[in-house]
């Protein structure tokens, strides 16, 4: 029998997680977690790349754990575990940071685009593809799903751990696949921009009541008159039911759209319906995994177990071989 492919992914728990991280991330996540031998960690040190308050981070990654086992991640399919667990991680970024040029780090996209935006960047920035190379080769993972955005991450990963092997003559470091995961669409935000924390134009996957009618309410529509006919196809909100419903429905609601008479309130009123119904399960397994947060605690407390114990498999040779010696 074939040995089980290690498949590693993890979120920055820098706030809320929104319905655009959900269809982006997490369903395809919970979709391939008995695929393989999955590794799903809360990447909390990469999050210090942007938020600056103790308390927040730590919520931020109680919340992220609660979110993705509402969400039906099941701890028994795959090894699920907060990055700041595995210290090897961070060991192994370093000696890879020894190797890299500082012309591959000024390459990075991601990087560039932040500071296109008008971002004040600090060196945690700069250097995150190294922490995000030691986050999947520390587990030798065969397998990271990512976005079409990361995928120059994944190249870096590959150069780093190929530097690594050729520099000390030997097969250290596995080099992964890329797995994009093709998206369902670009998930909107309410302004009509991609769905993003850094614009404030989420939808929470776990906000209810007032608070998700509000963000539902405010997604931004053109001037068309009710009796009008519309084009679904360039409308905020039926690009967001579009990820809630069949063809067939979707057929349904785009002939309203184009029969003039349903207005921009009425497809609205349907999305806020269509989003209670799609997560009240997940929201009434959140409200229960509330109530015992020790159990949150002992999946986290075990996921790292054993997420340390596969680094540590892996940073022992290199530690040899690089000559860094433990007095202990």
Not at 144 to 162: F, H, S, T, W, Y
């Amino acid at each position: 029998m074939s040995k089980k492919k290690t498949i590693l992914s993890g979120i920055t728990p820098s706030g809320k997680l929104h319905i655009g991280n959900y269809f982006g991330a997490i369903r395809q996540h919970i979709a391939i977690q008995d695929k393989g031998d999955a590794f799903y960690f809360i990447a909390n040190y990469h999050s210090l790349t942007s938020v600056n308050k103790g308390e927040e981070v730590r919520q931020n990654t109680w919340d992220i754990a609660l979110d993705y086992l509402a969400l039906g991640l099941d701890p028994d399919k795959c090894t699920f575990f907060a990055q700041s667990d595995v210290p090897q991680v961070t060991e192994l970024a370093w000696i890879l940071g020894t190797l890299t040029p500082v012309s591959l780090m000024e390459k990075g996209v991601s990087y560039k685009d932040k500071v296109a935006q008008g971002m004040n960047p600090n060196i945690g920035l700069f250097t995150y593809p190294i922490l995000q190379a030691a986050d999947i080769l520390i587990y030798h993972s065969d397998v990271v799903p990512v976005g079409q955005d990361q995928k120059q991450n994944i190249e870096i990963c590959r150069d780093l751990a190929g530097k690594f092997n050729h520099t000390y003559n030997g097969e250290y470091l596995k080099l992964p696949e890329e797995h994009i995961v093709e998206s369902v669409a670009v998930v909107p935000g309410i302004d009509g921009r991609k769905m993003s924390k850094s614009y404030d134009n989420t939808i929470n996957i776990f906000a209810e009541g007032k608070a998700l009618k509000k963000r539902v309410m405010s997604i931004e529509t053109d001037s068309t008159a009710l009796e009008d006919p519309k084009d679904p196809s360039t409308d905020n909100v039926f690009a967001l039911i579009k990820l809630f419903t069949d063809k067939e429905k979707q057929d349904e609601i785009s002939e309203k759209y184009r029969a003039g008479g349903y207005g921009y309130g009425h497809a609205k009123k349907e999305l806020l319906g269509m989003i209670e119904n799609y997560f009240g399960e997940a929201r009434e397994r959140r409200r229960e995994l509330v109530k015992d947060m020790d159990y949150v605690r002992d999946i986290l407390r075990e996921g790292g177990e054993k997420a340390r114990e596969r680094a540590e498999s892996v940073m022992e040779p290199i530690r040899e071989v690089t000559g860094i010696v433990r007095h202990f």
